[in-house]
Nanobody, 124 residues
Framework: VQLQASGGGLVQAGGSLSLSCQAS???????MAWFRQAPGTEREFVAA????????YYIDSVKGRFAISRDNPGNRLYLTTNSLKPEDTAVYYC???????????????????WGQGTLVTVSS
């Protein structure tokens, strides 16, 4: 399975971006997530979704602003980001768990596959 993230860019505070992650090789039954990493910091969990899309989970700082979703027939994962803040600036990574036994995972070591990352820069 290969993951390809896209959709990052430069946006002013309060703006929106839609991130996308294309999975090749089939990720239909995979739990998936978005992580982010700002310069000089560790990779941080942002949001997760179970294989069917029926359950989602977010870190507190993005609740009400970000929405994770997936299109299984199209093998795509999405992250809609609204009301962006400068502290949201980071490289955003999509990730997938191949043999998920839970609806979601928040630790990066649980994930088997990673996309290359897409940079989101929020200016103040």
């Amino acid at each position: 399975v290969q993951l390809q993230a896209s959709g990052g860019g430069l946006v002013q505070a309060g703006g929106s971006l839609s991130l996308s992650c294309q999975a090749s090789g089939g990720a239909y039954r995979f739990a998936m997530a978005w992580f982010r990493q700002a310069p000089g910091t560790e990779r941080e969990f942002v949001a997760a979704i179970n294989w069917s899309g029926s359950n989602t989970y977010y870190i507190d700082s993005v609740k009400g602003r970000f929405a994770i979703s997936r299109d299984n027939p199209g093998n795509r994962l999405y992250l809609t980001t609204n009301s962006l803040k400068p502290e949201d600036t980071a490289v955003y990574y999509c990730a997938a768990v191949a043999s998920a036994t839970s609806d979601y995972y928040t630790a990066s070591f649980d994930y088997d596959y990673w996309g290359q990352g897409t940079l989101v820069t929020v200016s103040s």
